[in-house]
């Protein structure tokens, strides 16, 4: 028996886990993750399913708090500690890649005005400015002068940033509704949140007192994103928006494996070995000697964007072709665990 979040409205894991489970007669059973009794709710299953998500405030307030008490209690859980404690974390990412000499674009943060300043004195531009958190592009900007450099500094030392972009938000569903891709309802949604930005931008409050920069990598027209899970890997190629460096978000996706560099399948399972983790989607850049720049990881993705790749690596870098499921393979390496503990 295992258990999963009843969340089966969201675009997030749940509903998949549950139809694997549909498929394969697979025992389990739903349960509430905010129930004040979920500990009690788990006992008598072997693992716990529950894909959080950065835009809830409810996960907001207590995802990694259930999720790391029950990883330390040794109960199977998805994700687990090493997988999800730096999600939606691209500070926390910082320190980790660089600990693991992974190929993390260079990358600056600071926690006081005057050492941002005397840095920006001494580098160059661009330079991409980010928050620590925000998907899809979100709180991602390009710092092209020294002085847009300082008006970003003097921002995060004084009133700070909102961790919800209303402007961009809406700038976005616009373009999205002129390529097709969402309908007209969206952009509507985009005028409210200017006036009522969501919930969990409240329960976030501003960022404020560091500020956070990347070397701006010229010559890319989309980003590579590989999704490690357990012993296998898939990827997609993401194409920049219109007029723009950023990749993420965009829904311009090319799934022909061929344009995938191996070498950024190779980097991705090696890093995968030093996290230790159970899944892990990283973005890449490629440099001018088309050499693989990390540029964030997550544990999650957006799962409706994945049905179309075409196959799948192992470790071996073999590539095997056809239809799979990712979300089962979750599963079945945590049936796994949970029949090893």
């Known amino acids: 028996m295992i258990a999963i979040h009843n969340n089966l409205r ?5 509903f998949r ?3 694997y489970c549909d498929e394969f007669d697979i025992p389990y059973k739903l349960v509430d993750c905010y129930a004040s009794n979920i500990i009690e709710e788990l006992k008598g299953c072997k693992a716990l399913f529950f894909h959080f998500n950065q835009a809830s405030p409810r996960d907001n307030v207590m995802a990694k708090s259930l999720i790391f008490s029950l990883d330390q209690a040794g109960i199977p859980i998805f994700p687990d500690f090493k997988t999800a404690w730096h999600f939606d974390d691209k500070v926390g990412q910082k320190y980790l890649l660089e600990a693991l000499d992974a190929p993390l674009v260079p990358t600056w943060v600071f926690y006081d005005k005057n050492s941002a300043n005397q840095w920006i004195v001494n580098t160059t531009f661009p330079k991409v400015f980010k928050l620590r958190g925000g998907a899809g592009s979100q709180n991602v900007q390009l710092v092209r002068t020294a002085a847009e450099a300082k008006k970003m500094v003097n921002k995060a030392f004084s009133s700070g940033f909102a961790a919800y972009d209303s402007v961009g938000s809406l700038k976005e569903r616009f373009r999205k509704w002129r390529s097709g891709k969402v309908p007209a309802s969206e952009v509507g949604k985009g005028l409210v949140r200017l006036v009522q930005p969501p919930r969990y931008a409240k329960v976030m409050g501003n960022e404020m007192d560091y500020v956070y920069f990347q070397e701006f990598i010229p010559e890319n027209d989309a980003d590579i994103r590989v999704v490690v899970v357990g012993d296998k890997a898939f990827a997609i190629k993401r194409m920049n ?3 723009d460096f950023r990749a993420s978000g965009s829904g311009f996706i090319v799934y022909d494996e061929k344009q995938i560099p191996l070498n950024c399948v190779q980097i991705s399972f090696e890093v995968q070995q030093k996290l230790q983790a ?3 989607a990283y973005d890449y850049v490629m440099d001018q000697n ?5 540029v964030e990881i997550s544990f999650g993705f957006a799962n409706q964007g994945y049905d179309a790749c075409t196959g799948y690596w192992d470790q071996e870098l073999n590539w095997h072709p056809g239809k799979f499921n990712p979300y089962g393979w979750m599963v079945d390496m945590m049936i796994q665990k949970g029949t090893k503990a």
């Not at 969201?10 to 749940?14: E, S």
């Open 10 to 14: 969201d675009h997030l894991f749940h």
């Open 290 to 294: 088309q050499n693989p720049l990390l």
């Open 17 to 19: 886990w549950k139809a």
């Open 278 to 280: 159970q899944c892990i």
């Open 241 to 243: 928006r219109e007029n």
